[in-house]
């Protein structure tokens, strides 16, 4: 069985974490022009979808380069992603509350082109 060189394998784990970065900055520049819970809801997804796509990267250094860092790089994401994922609830909530009763609304508002 052949095993891929090493700067093969860094440049796979590379590439996820490459995407990642550039989902969250696409979805950060599409919720500025949003008001409120539908600026929440695009970002919260672009969050989301960034930070799985950065476990994916991490993941796949752990596997290629097995060591502390990247074991502790791949727990950190998975951390970020917990914590981002339950305050992006939070704002989504809060934000599609009716404000006159502070009663839970229905979801964001679509999103116009």
Request: avoid cysteine.
């Amino acid at each position: 069985m052949s095993h891929a060189p090493p700067s093969i394998l860094r440049a796979v784990a590379f590439a996820p974490g490459v995407i990642g970065v550039v989902v969250v900055a696409v979805g950060v520049l599409r919720a500025l022009g949003l008001p409120g819970a539908g600026r929440a809801h695009v970002l919260g997804e672009a969050l989301r979808l960034g930070l799985d796509f950065l476990l994916a990267a991490g993941l796949l250094r752990l596997a290629t380069l097995p060591d502390v860092r990247s074991l502790a790089l791949a727990a950190a994401i998975v951390a970020v992603r917990r914590v981002v994922g339950t305050g992006v609830g939070f704002a989504e909530r809060a934000l599609s509350a009716d404000p006159a009763t502070g009663a839970p609304g229905r979801g964001p508002p679509a999103a116009t082109p």
